[in-house]
């Protein structure tokens, strides 16, 4: 009898993206029984297994159609996307989602003292990267001259053993960057975790089982992230800045608006908000006057 086909997917081994990228399978339902140093994790429940690799080998993997999908940075994907153009081979693979999680940049930064006054400014710096191709674009697309120190890893502590006046790295929060002295000038590209699938083993258009499987891990994907996405609001407000509130809490319409026992000019509002509650979303919701504010998460939603 024929195996049944089953979908192969490359995720980090360990570092940066492998936490969230193996909970976001756990989470669509797949049952995967990861045992220390395996590379293989065999799907128990879905016919889908996971290969724990080096983030840099995911984008050839998925190419080469070893692995038919792949969970990556954007930043690697762009750094050897652009090899890939130079090799002018046919680009094997494709985005298919982009997964929310792993947000970062990729930025220039330079020693707190150092002036800047736009990328002219980098012009005869020694810049140390592990992105060299994306920073080459760079200087080209801002026709700067400069030169590019390629090293393999801890690239903020280049400046100090003087092996280069500038850097080009991954910036997230920023605090690497205020620990080591250095001040971000200026943004190359901003990155995301993304699903890719190899157009190899996955081929467009073409109904196959595998595809079957994967429209099911797409499902899935959509209905994690869109519950990741929504928050259940509470709070307190004036009556008067209610038509203001709304304008600022994005996707969340129809709030439930209950009155407060003993206080007329204000209300009780609950309201299911589709994308995402930020800080400054809140700073401004007190600013309108809103009090008691709570954000819960959900859980499920069906809608
Ligand atoms: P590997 O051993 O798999 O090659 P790595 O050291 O190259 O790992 P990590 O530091 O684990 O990579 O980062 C993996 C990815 O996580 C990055 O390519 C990037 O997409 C993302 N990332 C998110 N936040 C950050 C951050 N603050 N700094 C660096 N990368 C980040
Ligand atoms: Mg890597």
Redesign the pocket.
């Known amino acids: 009898m024929k195996a049944q086909p089953r979908l192969r997917i490359a995720v980090?081994?360990?570092?940066?993206?492998?936490n969230d990228s193996i909970d976001l399978l756990i989470r669509c339902g797949l049952k995967i029984r990861a045992t220390k140093n395996a590379l293989f994790c065999h799907g128990e429940n879905l016919p889908i297994d996971v290969l724990l690799?080096?983030?840099?080998d995911i984008p050839s993997l998925v190419v080469d159609g070893v692995c038919d999908l792949g969970i990556?940075?954007?930043?690697?994907l762009l750094e050897q996307a652009i090899i890939y153009q130079q090799d002018n081979a046919q680009s094997n693979f494709a985005v298919i989602k982009k997964l929310g999680f792993?947000?970062?940049r990729l930025a220039i930064a330079l020693p707190q003292a150092q002036l800047f006054d736009g990328p002219d400014s980098l012009t005869g710096l020694r810049i140390a990267t592990?992105y060299p191709n994306l920073l080459r674009e760079y200087l080209m697309r801002n026709q700067v001259k400069a030169k590019i120190v390629t090293i393999s890893?801890s690239v903020e502590i280049a400046p100090r053993l003087d092996m280069a006046d500038a850097i080009c790295?991954?910036?997230?929060?920023g605090r690497?960057l205020e620990e080591h002295n250095l001040k971000e000038v200026d943004q190359v590209v901003t990155?995301?975790?993304v699903l890719i699938k190899s157009l190899k083993t996955l081929t467009e258009n073409v109904p196959s089982k595998k595809n079957d499987i994967l429209e099911l891990l797409l499902r899935r994907i959509g209905g994690v992230l869109k519950a990741q996405e929504s928050k259940y609001i509470m709070f307190h407000a004036p009556k008067a800045s209610l038509p203001m509130i709304k304008e600022f809490l994005p996707g969340s319409e129809m709030p439930t608006i209950m009155a407060l026992d003993g206080i007329e000019d204000k209300v009780a509002v609950h309201v299911v908000s589709s994308e995402g509650v930020f800080w400054i979303t809140l700073e401004k919701l007190k600013q309108a006057g809103a009090s008691s504010i709570l954000v819960l998460p959900i859980e499920k939603m069906l809608s």
């Open positions: 980090q081994k360990s570092g940066r993206l492998n690799v080096r983030d840099d990556v940075g954007e930043n690697v792993s947000q970062c592990t890893g790295d991954l910036v997230a929060t690497t990155s995301q975790a």
